[in-house]
């Protein structure tokens, strides 16, 4: 019988889960989006003051799956929530319920927080994705456009500001 365990992971994992980060970047064909190293992942995830989790999901003692995750805040409810930034499966190993372990780990962790969302975005395309997150409850919040600014954008805008 095949033991599946999430862990907390720790700075001895930060090869294993740039790979995955690298993999994930790789089916989502954003591969060239990618500027973290081993490095840069084990300075801001594994730091002392780090804002930055991340869960390792075994299968028999092998590394099979991640999740990586931050909280948020709303002001509406006043309270914390728990996002999910990276959640990756190796392809051979999905549908044996190491996604779902990993989001039963995760909302755990958000209800003993006492956050009061769990949230995290999905690319349109990725049906596959979608129809596992319909499978298990989420509701895709369709009706909000996320916004992003990055690089040159992102320091031009800031230099631009007057106090």
Not at 11 to 35: G, M, Q, S
Not at 68 to 90: C, P, Q, R
Request: charged share 25%.
């Amino acid at each position: 019988m095949s033991n599946l365990v999430v862990r907390k992971a720790t700075a001895d994992d930060t090869r294993i889960l740039f790979k995955f980060i690298i993999d994930l970047a790789i089916y989502e064909k954003a591969e060239h989006e990618v500027l973290a190293t081993e490095q840069s992942i084990k300075d801001s995830i594994f730091a002392e003051n780090s804002h930055v989790f991340a869960l390792i999901c075994e299968l028999d003692g092998v590394a099979i799956g991640s999740a990586i995750y931050f909280f948020n805040y709303s002001t509406w409810l006043a309270k914390s929530g728990l996002y999910l930034e990276d959640l990756y499966v190796m392809p051979e190993y999905r549908g044996k319920g190491a996604g779902v372990k990993l989001l039963k780990a995760m909302a755990k962790i958000a209800i003993e927080k006492d956050c009061a969302r769990f949230e995290w975005s999905c690319l349109d395309w990725n049906t596959p994705s979608r129809e596992f997150y319909h499978s298990l409850g989420a509701v895709a919040q369709e009706e909000w456009v996320g916004y992003r600014m990055t690089g040159k954008t992102l320091s031009n805008f800031a230099a631009d500001l007057t106090v």
